[in-house]
């Protein structure tokens, strides 16, 4: 599978009145054909401006970044307004002329590129059939609901046959059943047309929903980059697992006491494993809180446990949870 894009040791650092601030440190990172790619972090992370990076809308301070091998830094105008062609953009404010119908919203991409007015009217018109919305292709902006106005921002882009789209928090304005049906359709326009889109977003369920793989940003730092199953499933960066793993409201009952988090996939979510564990060696523990997700159609999940007070059940707890395959990490 071909990279769409690599970023090797990319930085970005604004200067304003004398003073510098890096958005980006250091991130390096791979976008593989026809991947669904989360980039996720919290508010002011960088996830942003590395997204701009992609398309060039934001030169870094160093390092690269590629597009099908190509250096951007060194594309010639021409040569970029032909790149940026194949990278289609959709962002949360939805961006559409409010004093243009639906089709002619749609049909502006490929003005631009001077395609003829029969044509782009065809291909408006097919592109509205695939969002579902071509019954809307009269109608103006102010009348549709935000689902029905991202998804003329998602025709639109697709309408100039990119080989990338870019969603900068794409689904953020947008209620949870809406947000579901539009990652549902971004999901199977990635399936039929292979086409790769890379996510950004600040929330853990848009990237468990649809994406194959996920960057974690954390001040400007990648923390933590793979699948989406193993990220979610054994988070190794602070970063990660302050985003997969829920924060724990509870103490243990006393100043001795030890709490221990144990992680479990899809595989394992249907096995009862502290009814085992008190079968099988007597040893009681307190459930203090247990969450699942989906990832992807599997099931993963979480438990947050008190142990017994005595050091050597505590070692007996662990071991167990340990031989049957769970991850097991002491909570602070």
Same mark, same amino acid.
Request: with cysteine.
């Given at each position: 599978?071909?990279?769409?894009?690599?970023?090797?040791?990319?930085?970005?650092?604004?200067?304003?009145?004398?003073?510098?601030?890096?958005?980006?440190?250091?991130?390096?990172?791979?976008?593989?054909?026809?991947?669904?790619?989360?980039?996720?972090?919290?508010?002011?992370?960088?996830?942003? %401006?590395? *997204?701009?990076?992609?398309?060039?809308?934001?030169?870094?301070?160093?390092?690269?970044?590629?597009?099908?091998?190509?250096?951007?830094?060194?594309?010639?105008?021409?040569?970029?307004?032909?790149?940026?062609?194949?990278?289609?953009?959709?962002?949360?404010?939805?961006?559409?002329? #409010?004093?243009? %119908?639906?089709?002619?919203?749609?049909?502006?991409?490929?003005?631009?590129?001077?395609?003829?007015?029969?044509?782009?009217?065809?291909?408006?018109?097919?592109?509205?059939?695939?969002?579902?919305?071509?019954?809307?292709?009269?109608?103006?902006?102010?009348?549709?609901?935000?689902?029905?106005? +991202?998804?003329?921002?998602?025709?639109?882009?697709?309408?100039?046959?990119?080989?990338?789209?870019?969603?900068?928090?794409?689904?953020?304005?947008?209620?949870?059943?809406? %947000?579901?049906?539009?990652?549902?359709?971004?999901?199977?326009?990635?399936?039929?047309?292979?086409?790769?889109?890379?996510?950004?977003?600040?929330?853990?369920?848009? *990237?468990?929903?649809?994406?194959?793989?996920?960057?974690?940003?954390?001040?400007?730092?990648?923390?933590? *980059?793979?699948?989406?199953?193993?990220?979610?499933?054994?988070?190794?960066?602070?970063?990660?697992?302050?985003?997969?793993?829920?924060?724990?409201?509870?103490?243990?009952?006393?100043?001795?006491?030890?709490?221990?988090?144990? !992680?479990?996939?899809?595989?394992?979510?249907? !096995?009862?494993?502290?009814?085992?564990?008190?079968?099988? %060696?007597?040893?009681?523990? #307190?459930?203090?809180?247990?969450?699942?997700?989906?990832?992807?159609?599997?099931?993963?999940?979480?438990?947050?446990?008190?142990?017994?007070?005595?050091?050597?059940?505590? +070692?007996?707890?662990?071991?167990?949870?340990?031989?049957?395959?769970?991850? *097991?990490?002491?909570?602070?």
């Amino acid at each position: 599978m071909a990279n769409v894009f690599e970023l090797q040791n990319v930085y970005k650092t604004y200067r304003n009145d004398g003073k510098e601030f890096e958005a980006l440190k250091n991130v390096s990172l791979e976008v593989g054909e026809g991947e669904i790619f989360g980039i996720i972090g919290m508010s002011g992370a960088g996830k942003s %401006t590395l *997204v701009r990076t992609l398309n060039r809308l934001e030169d870094v301070s160093g390092g690269r970044v590629t597009f099908y091998g190509k250096n951007l830094a060194e594309l010639k105008p021409a040569e970029l307004r032909k790149v940026r062609h194949s990278i289609s953009m959709i962002f949360q404010g939805f961006n559409l002329l #409010n004093q243009r %119908t639906v089709i002619q919203n749609v049909e502006l991409s490929m003005r631009i590129l001077g395609i003829g007015r029969a044509e782009r009217r065809k291909k408006a018109l097919e592109m509205l059939e695939i969002v579902g919305l071509a019954d809307k292709a009269n109608e103006f902006p102010a009348r549709l609901s935000g689902g029905q106005k +991202q998804r003329v921002a998602i025709a639109r882009a697709l309408a100039v046959d990119p080989k990338v789209l870019l969603c900068d928090e794409a689904t953020s304005a947008l209620d949870p059943k809406i %947000t579901g049906e539009i990652l549902d359709l971004l999901k199977k326009i990635n399936e039929e047309r292979s086409l790769t889109i890379v996510i950004i977003t600040h929330e853990m369920s848009v *990237v468990e929903k649809i994406c194959d793989k996920v960057a974690i940003i954390d001040d400007g730092e990648l923390a933590e *980059v793979g699948d989406v199953k193993e990220v979610f499933s054994n988070p190794k960066s602070r970063a990660a697992k302050k985003l997969v793993f829920p924060s724990n409201p509870f103490d243990p009952s006393d100043e001795d006491g030890q709490l221990i988090r144990i !992680v479990f996939d899809g595989t394992q979510s249907n !096995v009862p494993f502290i009814a085992n564990l008190v079968e099988q %060696t007597g040893l009681k523990v #307190n459930i203090l809180s247990a969450n699942t997700r989906s990832v992807g159609g599997i099931g993963y999940g979480q438990m947050i446990l008190e142990l017994p007070s005595d050091r050597k059940d505590r +070692q007996t707890a662990v071991d167990f949870f340990r031989k049957n395959g769970l991850s *097991v990490s002491e909570v602070n």
